[in-house]
Nanobody, 126 residues
Framework: QVQLVESGGGLVQAGGSLRLSCAASGRTFSNYAMGWFRQTPGKEREFVAAISGSASSTYYADSVKGRFTISRDKAKNTMYLQMNSLKPEDTAVYYC???????????????????WGQGTQVTVSS
């Protein structure tokens, strides 16, 4: 049974930083792209960032480019999201995602079936 567990969310002031973690179990995702999404009440879940299975390629939403950095530790089956220069509009529940299909790429992850974590709340105060 695949399980994704996020951690690291919290309350931070604008301009601050947080680091999210996603620990995967039940399957080794070392050869799979993985990603982060976020959702606010009343809105659809939106793509934030993705990283290739080899960790050699990354892909970011324009809204976070230059501020967020995605990374992974394949040995630990864990993915991270370093969030710097946080803004109030970054406030959301952040979800870790792992594709169900091995051929999913960092660019196609949004449209492909995925496993989801339970989410972690990030709140940025102004």
């Amino acid at each position: 049974q695949v399980q994704l567990v996020e951690s690291g969310g919290g309350l931070v002031q604008a301009g601050g930083s947080l680091r999210l973690s996603c620990a995967a179990s039940g399957r080794t995702f070392s050869n799979y792209a993985m990603g982060w999404f976020r959702q606010t009440p009343g809105k659809e879940r939106e793509f934030v960032a993705a990283i290739s299975g080899s960790a050699s390629s990354t892909y970011y939403a324009d809204s976070v480019k230059g501020r967020f950095t995605i990374s992974r530790d394949k040995a630990k089956n864990t993915m991270y999201l370093q969030m710097n220069s946080l803004k109030p509009e970054d406030t959301a529940v952040y979800y870790c995602a792992a594709p169900k299909l091995s051929f999913t790429t960092i660019q196609t992850m949004t449209g492909q079936p995925k496993y989801w974590g339970q989410g972690t709340q990030v709140t940025v105060s102004s």
